[in-house]
């Protein structure tokens, strides 16, 4: 089941281009189609990722649990 995956794809009509793909709606509803994704109406405005913040609060929810886990577990079994 080996696949030859270093071969460049040599077929482009898999590649989603809407300049390229032909047209399905009638003129007047893709152009009701085009004015809408022109609008912006779905855009949001994020802030940037940052990968040291989500690694510092994955580091204190582990550390949080555990505390909680070993503080269940003295009460749980008193030695």
Same mark, same amino acid.
């Given at each position: 089941?080996?696949? +030859?995956?270093? /071969? *460049?794809?040599? +077929?482009? =009509?898999? %590649? /989603?281009?809407? /300049?390229?793909?032909? =047209? #399905?709606?009638?003129?007047? +509803?893709?152009? #009701?189609?085009?004015?809408?994704?022109?609008?912006? @109406?779905?855009? @949001?405005? $994020?802030?940037? %990722? #940052?990968?040291? $913040?989500?690694?510092?609060?994955?580091?204190? !929810?582990? !550390? @949080?649990?555990? !505390?909680?886990? #070993? %503080?269940?577990?003295?009460? !749980?079994? *008193?030695?």
């Amino acid at each position: 089941m080996s696949q +030859d995956t270093a /071969a *460049p794809i040599a +077929d482009k =009509k898999h %590649f /989603a281009n809407s /300049a390229q793909q032909p =047209k #399905r709606l009638y003129p007047e +509803d893709q152009e #009701r189609v085009d004015q809408y994704l022109k609008e912006g @109406v779905n855009e @949001v405005e $994020r802030s940037p %990722f #940052r990968p040291l $913040r989500l690694m510092a609060w994955l580091t204190v !929810v582990i !550390v @949080v649990l555990g !505390v909680l886990s #070993r %503080f269940i577990g003295y009460l !749980v079994i *008193p030695s």
